[in-house]
């Protein structure tokens, strides 16, 4: 009502004395979601949302626009139960973070309906991507677009293996400090 954001520095900013700009993220998106707090209910639900993964042991699932441009782990027992990847889902409840990951704590899951669904491919270096925001932050020493949540395809030489992870490396040279090269794998 009486709220406003200024992103010019003054009387000239025609002159190209621009600061800085505004994007509006559209409310009822992901990437909308991962902007409230934790403990925060969403004013409204994540409507028509694709199922990318199901974990029913562990009673979560992830979905993701279906543009592909955002997903998030949505943790709801039940649907984890009953989705299958494809299914269309709105999703009402609460966010909050899983270390250091966004989700959603849902109140209520509904399938509405179903579609195919494909992962992005992006290099090494670009696997989760850069900080969001301060509640979404990116990998250490990732580039690119924060993509945590989306179903990817990765590849490359498998450089080292643990007990429970491997080292994958597509050329990117990922270095996390742990002396292996690549990205870490962590098997679920």
């Known amino acids: 009502n009486n709220y406003w954001i200024e992103v010019d520095s003054g009387p000239n900013w025609q002159t190209g004395d621009f600061v800085g700009n505004v994007q509006s993220i559209p409310s009822g ?48 027992s039940g649907t984890a139960s009953s989705a299958a990847i494809g299914d269309i889902v709105d999703v009402s409840g609460d966010m909050s973070s899983d270390d250091g990951e966004r989700v959603v704590i849902a109140s209520s899951t509904t399938i509405t309906g179903w ?32 993509n945590v949540g989306l179903l990817v395809r990765a590849w490359g030489k498998v450089t080292a293996v643990g007990s429970d992870y491997f080292y994958l490396d597509d050329g990117s040279n990922c270095d996390d400090g742990s002396g292996s090269s690549g990205v870490r794998v962590v098997g679920i």
Do not use: H, M, Q
Not at 29 to 49: C, E, M, Q, R, Y
Not at 115 to 125: A, E
């Open 115 to 146: 579609t195919t669904v494909s992962p992005i491919g992006p290099n090494n270096r670009s696997l989760a991507g850069g900080s969001f925001n301060v509640l979404t932050p990116g990998a250490y020493n990732a580039s690119g677009l924060n």
């Open 29 to 76: 998106t992901i990437a909308w979601s991962k902007t409230f707090a934790d403990l925060s209910t969403l004013p409204s639900p994540l409507s028509g949302k694709v199922v990318t993964r199901t974990f029913p042991s562990l009673g979560y699932f992830y979905i993701e626009e279906t543009s592909r441009s955002c997903g998030v782990r949505v943790y709801d």
